[in-house]
Antibody
């Protein structure tokens, strides 16, 4: 059973960089076949896909966040990470990491972390 | 357009059938996936592809697609199905937008 766990600061100051890590257990990122995504949810709102990474390091980002987002992978630790720069209060959200599977013309998030709330405030 | 549109709220009587829809141009090229989210919990995948259910998802959940519309159907809705439901699909630019979500109330 694949499990994902987010970790990182729960409070970030405005203009600083938000940094989160997702640790994967029960499966190896480097085995390939899956993308590894970050998704967020503003309080009381819907879900927003941030971007994903393949074990090789290939990335794709949501165009609306692309200028501020960096996703990286550390296969030796079976982890992938999110950095979001120049944060504002509008980046306050629950951040989820998720495994992304592909089957033909279907992409889907089959395993999710529990989520971690990040608040941007001085 | 990469947007996916869902009705904000839908209600169903206990034991009846309900359909939740998701509209968007990307659905003409890519299948949707559907997620159930209960308060304070992470989303859970319930349907993906043409009509595939992950292990552990009851068979009262089913999916379908026609043109630019994907549908999630719950046949014989139960009280525990009350939740928010989100659709998601890849679009032609490689983005993966979610629909705005549908709040399902079981009466």
């Amino acid at each position: 059973q694949v499990q994902l766990q987010e970790s990182g600061p729960g409070l970030v100051k405005p203009s600083q960089t938000l940094s989160l890590t997702c640790t994967v257990s029960g499966g190896s990122i480097s085995s390939g076949g899956y993308y590894w995504s970050w998704i967020r949810q503003h309080p009381g709102k819907g879900l927003e896909w941030i971007g994903y990474i393949y074990y090789s390091g290939s990335t794709y980002y949501n165009p609306s966040l692309k200028s501020r987002v960096t996703i990286s992978v550390d296969t030796s630790k079976n982890q992938f990470s999110l950095k979001l720069s120049s944060v504002t209060a509008a980046d306050t959200a629950v951040y989820y990491c998720a495994r992304t599977a592909v089957s033909g013309t279907t992409y889907y998030f089959d395993y999710w972390g529990q989520g971690t709330l990040v608040t941007v405030s001085s | 357009s990469s947007e996916l549109t869902q009705d904000p709220a839908v209600s169903v009587a206990l034991g009846q059938t309900v359909r939740i829809t998701c509209q968007g141009d990307s659905l003409r090229s890519y299948y949707a996936s559907w997620y159930q989210q209960k308060p304070g919990q992470a989303p859970v995948l319930v349907i993906y592809g043409k009509n595939n259910r992950p292990s552990g998802i009851p068979d009262r959940f089913s999916g379908s697609s026609s043109g630019n519309t994907a549908s999630l159907t719950i046949t014989g809705a139960q009280a525990e199905d009350e939740a928010d439901y989100y659709c998601n699909s890849r679009d032609s630019s490689g983005n993966h937008p979610f629909g705005g979500g549908t709040k399902l109330t079981v009466l």
